[in-house]
T-cell receptor, first 113, second 116 residues
């Protein structure tokens, strides 16, 4: 059974810092990996999607990498801003059949002005 | 597009009452997912549908939970009778799945359920 772990569970950084969020998964047979953002009391917004054949995806100040063989992904946020404060969730979807997304528990990020 | 629509946004009920959560997926999407989010367990899949047919309901915790998708534009998740431990945020998501390609899921704003 696929398990997704995110470290750290919470992170507080001063504005302007570059930071890295980590995600690991136990079964490397994934179809893709997604990073989501969740603001308090809100739904999930997809930030980046990496197909299993890709190594990384970039969107603005965000860069996500994928090392499928080692079961790891990182989300790099450059020049963090207070508006980046949210919970970041990593999720994977398996190769076989109609497998759904399996989520980590998230990293709660606070960027202090 | 209005995105995935869920109603109600908040629900407070007493133990033993029936609760019905509603979801309207994005038009044209053919897969629909119901998730539950709690502090302890994070986001967990309850059930999902492909072309209105339930594919995997192994995440449904008990017989008290049931889900239906009578047509491509509407789904319900029902809890009867509700219990305090059902208190959580329930998310609906939809996606387009064609020829084995699994597209990204789009999430609704969630329904915050509190069972007293």
């Amino acid at each position: 059974k696929q398990e997704v772990t995110q470290i750290p569970a919470a992170l507080s950084v001063p504005e302007g810092e570059n930071l890295v969020l980590n995600c690991s998964f136990t079964d490397s047979a994934i179809y893709n990996l997604q990073w989501f953002r969740q603001d308090p009391g809100k739904g999930l917004t997809s930030l980046l999607l990496i197909q299993s054949s890709q190594r990384e995806q970039t969107s603005g100040r965000l860069n996500a990498s994928l090392d499928k063989s080692s079961g790891r992904s990182t989300l790099y946020i450059a020049a963090s801003q207070p508006g980046d404060s949210a919970t970041y969730l990593c999720a994977v979807i398996g190769n076989s059949g109609n497998t759904p997304l399996v989520f980590g528990k998230g990293t709660r990020l606070s960027v202090i002005a | 597009d209005a995105g995935v629509i869920q109603s109600p946004r908040h629900e407070v009920t007493e133990m033993g009452q029936e609760v019905t959560l509603r979801c309207k997926p994005i038009s044209g999407h053919n897969s629909l997912f119901w998730y539950r989010q709690t502090m302890m367990r994070g986001l967990e899949l309850l059930i999902y549908f492909n072309n209105n047919v339930p594919i995997d309901d192994s995440g449904m915790p008990e017989d008290r939970f049931s889900a239906k998708m009578p047509n491509a534009s509407f789904s319900t998740l029902k809890i009867q009778p509700s219990e305090p431990r059902d208190s959580a945020v329930y998310f609906c998501a939809s996606s387009l799945r064609l020829a084995g390609v699994k597209e990204t899921q789009y999430f609704g704003p969630g329904t915050r359920l509190l069972v007293l």
